[in-house]
């Protein structure tokens, strides 16, 4: 939903964009939207490592994440 929100309504780029980046492609984009929509409900793919879990893209990723509430202790 941040991620819609920041494409289509506010501008507002979510505290950690690394999470947006559903697919891994290097950008967050409505195909992140899409590749999660497909997995939620079309059995698609799951999103990319370090998915289901908290933590830092193994694949290191440039969009940047000041924070992530949701993974905080």
């Known amino acids: 939903i941040a ?3 920041y494409l289509f309504r ?3 780029k979510p505290v950690c964009m690394e999470s ?3 697919n891994d492609d290097g950008a967050a984009d ?3 939207a899409v590749y ?3 997995y939620l409900f079309r059995e698609g793919h799951a999103p990319k490592a370090p998915f289901p879990d908290c933590g830092a893209d193994p ?3 440039g969009l940047g994440c000041e924070s992530f509430p949701p993974c905080a202790d």
Do not use: F, K, V, W
């Open 36 to 38: 999660h929509l497909a």
């Open 59 to 61: 694949t290191g990723g």
């Open 20 to 22: 947006a980046n559903l």
């Open 3 to 5: 991620l819609l929100n």
């Open 30 to 32: 409505i195909a992140d």
């Open 10 to 12: 506010s501008g507002r």
